[in-house]
C-alpha cells in the first residue's frame, strides 16, 4: 500500500540544524511532488515548501528561504527536509505529505523535533 | 491568500450538523480548495478537494461546497468519530491553510 514514513524524533540546540527523511513506498516515487508542513504545539498547520523528486526543484515558502533545503535520493525513494538556524519555535511536529495535483492525500506519521538548550 | 475559519470551537451533539466555514481572502482559482480531518497525535486525513469532491473513503455524510471566496465543509448526523478539528487548505499556489474549527462533544 501507499506509505510514507518518517524518521523519528530529533532534539536539537538552538542554532543546529535538523534533517528529517520521508522514505516512499508502494508507487512511482518520481510521480507526485512531496510538500512539507509543520505545526507547532497545540497550534495549526503551516505549509513549508514542495519538491519534485523527478527534478529536484524545489519552492520553499517565503518564511523559510534561506534556513530550508528539501532533497531527495531516487535510489532509496526518500525526500529530505533539512532546516538550519533553528529557535526554540521551531519546535514542531514535521510532517511530508504526497501531493498529486497539489491534493494532499498521504501523509507521513510525522517526526517531531525539539528545539531546546 | 489568508484563509479564515469560524468557528473556531463548535460545540454539538452526535447526531446534530456541523456547518464550518472558510473564507478566503481572494478567490480560489478552479475551487483549488481541501478540507482536512486532524485528530490529536494523528496526521490531517483529506476529506474533500476541489471544494466539493469526497476522497477516497470520506463518508457520505461530509459535503463541501462554495466556491470563490466562500468555502463550507458540512458534517450530517455527527458520529463519534467526527470530533476532531478541521482544516481547509488552499492548493492553487499557496497551500495556505486555515487556522482550524475544532468540533468537540456538547
Known amino acids: 500500500q501507499v506509505q510514507l514514513v518518517q524518521s523519528g524524533a530529533e532534539v536539537k540546540k538552538p542554532g543546529a540544524s535538523v534533517k528529517v527523511s520521508c522514505k516512499a513506498s508502494g508507487y512511482i516515487f518520481t510521480a507526485y511532488y512531496m510538500h512539507w508542513v509543520r505545526q507547532a504545539p497545540g497550534q495549526g498547520l503551516e505549509w513549508m515548501g514542495w519538491?519534485?523528486?523527478?527534478?529536484?526543484?524545489?519552492k520553499y515558502a517565503q518564511k523559510f528561504q534561506g534556513r530550508v533545503t528539501m532533497t531527495r535520493d531516487t535510489s532509496i525513494s526518500t525526500v529530505y527536509m533539512e532546516l538550519g538556524g533553528l529557535r526554540p519555535d521551531d519546535t514542531a511536529v514535521y510532517f511530508c505529505?504526497?501531493?498529486?495535483?497539489?491534493?494532499?492525500?498521504?501523509w507521513g506519521q510525522g517526526a517531531m523535533v525539539t528545539v531546546s538548550s | 491568500i489568508v484563509l479564515t475559519q469560524s468557528p473556531g470551537t463548535l460545540a454539538l451533539s452526535p447526531g446534530e450538523r456541523a456547518t464550518l466555514s472558510c473564507r478566503a481572502s481572494q478567490s480560489v482559482s478552479s475551487s483549488f480548495l481541501a478540507w482536512f480531518q486532524q485528530k490529536p497525535g494523528r496526521a490531517p486525513r483529506l476529506l474533500i478537494y476541489?471544494?466539493?469532491s469526497r476522497a477516497t473513503g470520506t463518508p457520505d455524510r461530509f459535503s463541501g461546497s462554495g466556491s470563490g471566496t466562500d468555502f463550507t465543509l458540512t458534517i450530517n448526523r455527527l458520529e463519534p468519530e467526527d470530533f476532531a478539528v478541521y482544516y481547509c487548505q488552499e492548493y492553487g499556489g499557496s497551500w495556505t491553510f486555515g487556522q482550524g474549527t475544532k468540533v468537540e462533544i456538547k
Open positions: 519538491i519534485n523528486p523527478n527534478s529536484a526543484v524545489t
Open positions: 476541489g471544494a466539493s
Open positions: 505529505a504526497r501531493g498529486p495535483g497539489g491534493v494532499f492525500n498521504i
